[in-house]
């Protein structure tokens, strides 16, 4: 489990040497994607357009944030912030160092990545509500076709904004971001 915590906090401190600029992003992305903005932002305006699908939302957001609570404390993951302060694994040989966040700040298990699962849980359902009405509108095919592939396209760039943002700010190790998207 050490390689891969390793492996992990060398792609933590690649993106934040490499990829410092983008902090203001990371952070935005984070903000942006965390389950509360389900409640205080998305459910009000998807409901106002699809009542039944914003309250659709509203319980894969809530039964997806109960879940990844559980999943939580079974799984008992590590954080790369406070795993490399901690282990040995580094023994005489200096640890990367990794910078700190507001964000990083969180202090129970990190496995699986709560922003990550909640974020495919409920921009899947918010996709899968707009495929429904985008496919039964009559139009041409390849109409149909572009726009449910920038649909699936917007869907993943975000999936993957998260899981890096959530990596860069060293709250998540990829293998933590991963687990939650797929669940």
Request: aromatic share 14%.
């Amino acid at each position: 489990m050490d390689l891969l915590h390793s492996s992990g906090v060398s792609a933590t401190h690649y993106l934040q040497r490499h990829y410092g600029h983008s902090q203001g992003f990371f952070l935005l992305v984070s903000t942006a994607t965390d389950l509360r903005n389900t409640f205080f932002l998305l459910f009000p305006i998807w409901f106002h357009l699809r009542q039944a699908e914003a309250v659709k939302l509203v319980w894969v957001a809530a039964v997806g944030d109960w879940l990844n609570l559980m999943l939580k404390w079974l799984l008992f993951g590590e954080r790369p912030y406070w795993w490399v302060q901690e282990t040995g694994y580094y023994g005489n040989s200096s640890q990367p160092m990794i910078e700190q966040f507001p964000m990083t700040c969180e202090t129970g298990p990190g496995s699986p990545s709560g922003h990550a699962m909640g974020a495919a849980g409920v921009y899947y359902a918010m996709m899968s509500s707009l495929l429904a009405t985008v496919l039964t509108e009559h139009g041409s095919r390849i109409r149909k076709w572009c726009v449910c592939g920038s649909l699936w396209t917007a869907f993943w760039c975000v999936q993957v904004c998260v899981c890096l943002s959530r990596v860069f700010l060293a709250a998540h190790f990829p293998h933590q971001v991963m687990a939650g998207v797929i669940i």
